[in-house]
């Protein structure tokens, strides 16, 4: 560092689901100001986060990719932090220079590795502000046109990641229910559905709002092997078969 | 209706939590296109979706407000529908004259009264589409810069106005909640909180976004008078005191 620099700010910015133009008018704005842009990198490439904000990215502002990997291993919960702490180490480097984005799919507080980060900038100092975004489950109501929550309602939001008993649990509490990070376990959701007389209340959409987007409300079909980016509704209230 | 004439389309409209500069790039093309504006009237004049909005609505374009009045009596479950029903008449009849839009506040999808109103419209046989807006409770998280979901987790929105008890079983399933509608019955939030042993661990925003702004993480405030739009994040695993 040097001694006398300002230190400056990183924003998370939530890019949405992946249209350029679901992206908020103070993200566009954040964007084209930015001194540096800093996305995750993709399986090949740039992610999908990139993908979906280039278009506001100004040409000669510089993008870096940053790596966090998918581990699968058991001990992933001690590599993670190895790339958590590297990558902020980089981003702190280049805030010396200016403000900097950090872009992420969907918002920067729902399931999102940024969020990881930012405990290790703000143990150096370093301020970190956010701009939200539209997250994939908010999406996918308002693409298929069905109501997520009315009234005196409650909805839950959890990730297939977790225990098979605990999701069992939240889905008989619930009404109304998203799935995330369904593509992990697609037979045993199929299944769950299926003991929980659910079938005729669940919409799968995949690859939402690009070329591949997918839904489907087949259990049939949830069983066959499912793309990565698919979410799950259900609505006990409604049929989605009808 | 003419019987040659078109049927447009009405696009429901999220406008996010307030600011004008916080909906999508999509939101405001289709505003500044709209043969008319529909919005929910406020208590005195224009409601706050139309507030976060103005900037974009071209001076030519008519904005029309409808009457959706907060009723409190036990017959409320038969007199709303009057009002669903009256509103989309009008809508449809102005739909003869163009595409329109209908302002909601945070998003179409996740407690808005635009989701009653389509029911009506798709039984005419007229289509309505939907832009995601971002709702209040994400908009929270990232104006207190603290993660709503990580990783395994799940998170649960709930309306403060069922049951007690069903919202006490909800706060002890899950480590991430939030609950809205809170300022109806603040007391007995704070009494739960109490109970539940969750005083360090809440954090209440009201009026989010506005100059009236206010966040509080002490219980003793919440049992005093709140703004009316207020929510309340709570989440275990933080100490919202510290």
Chains 1, 2 share one sequence.
């Not at 904000?53 to 990997?69: G, H, R, S, Y």
């Not at 940024?114 to 996918?140: H, R, V």
Request: glycine residues 6%; hydrophobic residues 35%; negative net charge.
């Amino acid at each position: 560092m040097c001694g006398n620099s300002r230190r400056h700010q990183l924003i998370g910015i939530g890019v949405g689901p992946g249209s350029s133009d679901i992206l908020t008018v103070r993200a566009v704005r954040a964007i084209k100001q930015a001194r540096t842009v800093f996305c995750p990198k993709g399986k090949r490439g740039p992610g999908i986060a990139y993908s979906a904000a280039k278009e506001w990215i100004p040409e000669e502002t510089p993008v870096i990719e940053l790596d966090f990997p998918m581990i699968t291993e058991r001990n992933r919960e001690e590599i993670y932090p190895q790339y958590w702490e590297k990558n902020a180490a980089l981003i702190a480097e280049k805030l010396q220079e200016g403000d900097a984005v950090f872009l992420t799919l969907g918002d920067p507080m729902v399931y999102s590795t940024y969020s990881y980060i930012t405990d290790y900038l703000n143990d150096q100092g370093i301020e970190t502000e956010n701009i939200p975004g539209i997250p994939s489950f908010i999406a996918l109501a308002n693409a298929v046109n069905v109501p997520l929550v009315q009234g005196d309602e409650s909805f839950a939001v959890l990730s297939v990641t977790q225990d098979l008993d605990a999701i069992r649990e939240t889905v008989r509490e619930d009404d109304n229910l998203v799935l995330m990070k369904v593509s992990s376990r697609n037979r045993d959701v199929a299944r769950l559905l299926r003991e929980e007389g659910l079938t005729d209340h669940f919409i799968c959409v995949s690859n939402l709002g690009s070329p591949e987007e997918e839904a489907f409300t087949d259990i049939n079909r949830l069983e066959e092997k499912i793309p990565y980016l698919s979410t799950i509704l259900i609505k006990k209230n409604y049929d989605f078969r009808k």
